[in-house]
């Protein structure tokens, strides 16, 4: 997918850094220690391509000095550093753009009570907002007027705001219901998640959010085109649907402090869908608790932490920044700290030649449907309050077989859905009409889905999954066959499914109801495959996605993986390696790329630490890949270490056992442009790659 609906700088501004500090009234010593003398030398130490740096935090207090009226400059403001910033960053000719926190300002609620959310009726009065109305006067009297400035005053290249998606607040002001009674026909707005028209006032909520981003966007671009705007978290894999809505120029989103790889396992495989520029921010510290425990304090990553984290991001395409927040209230920059980040720096920038503007080679898409998410809202946060377990647990579990997986919304799927040899449905019972009968038609035509979840056998008819009917349980808990019913896993699931195959269809195993494989199983197989048209579906009646993603059991895993060989059986590329590498399959220039990542921590099991450090290089890798040509080049980058062999394999000339009556003499008629490949040369064969080991990041480049 190309990135026509975004901006960026430029290919060469690859890696960023973040710096922020969330300003406050407890500041005494801002900007003290950020002049050029201490400030280019620190940046030229990290050499980053982009910076963003500290603005205005939650607080809502400027680390600059502000003159819109209704700002709030922090007291500790004694030099401003976002001049500092500016004069280095352009000595250095580096883009700057802002932290800014939106919707979050605390220093605009105290001001402005009248400019916060109001709660919903019932509220503690005690706790009032310090989340702004989107329809409030904060919009147009603050946050547009202090953009406007610090695009006026600095010459600021581009905003990331902060404090968004995540922080949006229900709004019970009369300015928010009355648009909600005009949009709904609800003469009241719901204030529990037990009121049936709960998810039409979630969604009011993220409707109302995205207007108001658009409205600073607008404001900004108008203001300066060239400036570009980006709101935290929007368009990632927690807020799927058309991203053409907002017209931010690129996404971005800050990656957990801790444990953060499988969110970007996520992220990585959803970004490269999603048509606009895009990074992900690692959080450089960590702690081994959460966020704010005084007996947990924050630390420096270990560089080999933050290089895995970046490897899965650029080997799907994306730009990666890097936060640093030291915990110095000056402005200074950790010089020991910056030459870590500098190791990380130089991972990252190696591989942008290769990494950089790559498209996917597609395999597996994993639905992510927008229809499906929005649609039962879990929790009140817009970024938090919704249920993508079933989506994530595919995504793991197809990941550890070595598939290449990507995730796609409808929006981006009904695009590019023949694309794909397999679909998954990972129990997205509420997706739209139009993709079931996309999904449908598609594989009339060819294509492989496979469906899971007890649901799906009323949104896709009994005949189309080979089944003659469908009992229903609430609830259960029953054994899959794994390994021809060598060995067993348990998977409790809320609803079970128990499958009447039909004549059509094909039963694999049988439930248990025990861990013995050959007795006190039930009549009905595990799951059912059937043909349809020139295609086939496989069905699990269970949740055993949102099962993975919850237990990650590796027998789970292994009945996933053979489902997935009988439904495709025969893999243009295929891979074999250890379960902690995960690949990711791109093209570019005419090059196939498959990157390996390597996910394994160093550290000794502790269920109390976090960290990643000194990797261990595991292996070995075997990829196999059938081509249409023969490979000019086969070429290991990244990993010095570690042997790569490779070989071409032509495949026999078929006997193709049919006549043509083309111009070359044969019998039959057709047209001209037979496709068969039976008139070709025979460059048709299979490319064999055998590694030894990765430690964290390579790629097998074949042109
Ligand atoms: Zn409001």
């Known amino acids: 997918m190309s990135f026509e609906n975004g901006r960026w700088h430029g290919k060469r501004y690859y890696f960023g850094l973040h710096y922020d500090l969330h300003a406050s009234d407890n500041d005494t010593e801002l900007g003290t220690r950020c002049g050029l003398d201490e400030l280019v030398p620190a940046l030229k130490l990290l050499r980053p391509d982009f910076v963003q740096t500290d603005c205005k935090g939650h607080p809502g207090m400027t680390s600059w000095p502000t003159t819109v009226p209704d700002g709030t400059t922090s007291p500790g403001v004694v030099k401003d550093a976002l001049r500092q910033w500016r004069e280095a960053t352009r000595q250095l000719k580096m883009p700057l753009h802002c932290h800014y926190s939106g919707i979050w300002d605390r220093a605009a609620s105290q001001k402005h009570p009248e400019w916060a959310v109001v709660p919903a009726p019932g509220s503690d009065p005690a706790k009032p907002s310090e989340k702004m109305c989107p329809r409030g006067p904060y919009l147009d009297k603050l946050l547009i007027l202090q953009m406007k400035e610090l695009i006026d005053r600095y010459e600021v290249d581009g905003f990331w705001v902060d404090g968004e998606l995540w922080a949006a607040e229900p709004c019970y002001c009369p300015l928010c219901l009355a648009a909600f009674r005009e949009r709904s026909g609800l003469a009241e707005a719901p204030t529990s998640m037990d009121d049936p028209h709960w998810p039409e006032w979630q969604q009011f909520t993220l409707d109302s959010f995205k207007e108001y981003v658009s409205r600073y966007v607008t404001a900004v671009h108008e203001h300066r085109p060239e400036v570009l705007v980006c709101s935290n978290w929007l368009q990632t894999f927690r807020n799927p649907g058309c991203p053409d809505d907002v017209a931010t120029d690129w996404i971005s989103g800050d990656n957990s402090w801790v444990w953060g790889l499988d969110g970007s396992r996520c992220e990585a495989r959803w970004l490269c869908n999603r048509g606009k520029p895009w990074d992900i ?58 030459k870590r980040m500098r190791e990380v720096g130089k991972f990252i920038s190696k591989r942008r030649r290769l990494c950089q503007g790559t498209l996917g080679l597609p395999q597996v898409a994993v639905l992510h449907s927008e229809a499906h998410y929005y649609s039962r809202p879990t929790g009140k946060n817009l970024m938090h309050g919704y249920d993508a377990n079933p989506v994530r647990g595919a995504v793991f579990a197809l990941s550890e077989c070595h598939y290449g997986v990507d995730i796609m919304d409808e929006w981006a799927l009904l695009q590019t859905l023949d694309a794909f040899p397999v679909v998954v449905v ?11 009968e996309a999904l449908k038609r598609y594989v009339r035509g060819g294509g492989l889905l496979f469906l899971t979840g007890a649901g799906m056998a009323e949104r896709f008819g009994m005949s189309f999954l080979g089944l003659d009917g469908l009992s229903v349980e609430d609830k259960a808990t029953y054994h899959l066959p794994v390994n021809k019913g060598e060995a067993s896993v348990p998977l409790h699931s809320e609803p079970w499914g128990l499958l009447q195959v039909g004549k059509k269809g094909r039963g694999i195993g049988r439930l248990g109801t025990t861990p013995l494989c050959d007795e006190r199983l039930l009549a009905t197989p595990a799951a059912v495959t059937t043909r349809v048209g020139y ?29 997935m060989r009988r439904l495709y059986p025969d893999p243009v590329v295929s891979i074999e390696a250890p379960l902690a590498v995960d690949v990711a399959l791109r093209f570019k220039n005419d090059a196939l790329q498959f990157h390996f990542i390597n996910r394994s921590s160093g550290i000794p099991n502790q269920p109390n630490n976090g960290m990643v450090d000194e990797i261990p290089a595991v292996g070995p890798l075997k990829l196999t890949v059938r081509m249409g040509w023969r490979p000019e080049s086969v070429a290991w980058h990244f990993e010095d270490d570690s042997e790569m062999l490779w070989e071409w394999t032509p495949e026999p000339k078929k006997d193709h056992g049919h006549q043509h009556s083309c111009d070359c003499g044969c019998e039959e008629e057709h047209d001209d442009d037979c ?16 590694i030894d080991s990765v430690r964290i990041h390579g790629v097998v480049v074949i042109k």
């Open 426 to 436: 990972p129990e997205q019972l509420r997706l739209s009409d139009e993709m079931v």
């Open 535 to 563: 295609g086939r579906v496989m069905f699990v009646a269970a949740d055993i996605f949102r099962d993975f993603e919850h237990n990650r059991y590796p027998l789970t895993r292994q009945f996933v993986q053979e489902l």
């Open 675 to 690: 496709d068969c490949g039976c008139h070709e040369e025979g460059e048709d064969g299979t490319v064999t790659v055998e």
């Open 281 to 338: 921010m690692l959080w450089a510290f960590s702690c081994s608790h959460g966020m704010g425990q005084p007996n947990s304090p924050w630390t420096m990553k270990p560089v080999d932490m933050l290089a895995q984290e970046a490897a899965m991001l650029m080997a799907t395409g994306g730009n990666v920044q890097i936060y640093e927040s030291p915990g110095v209230r000056t402005g200074q920059l950790v010089p020991w700290r910056l």
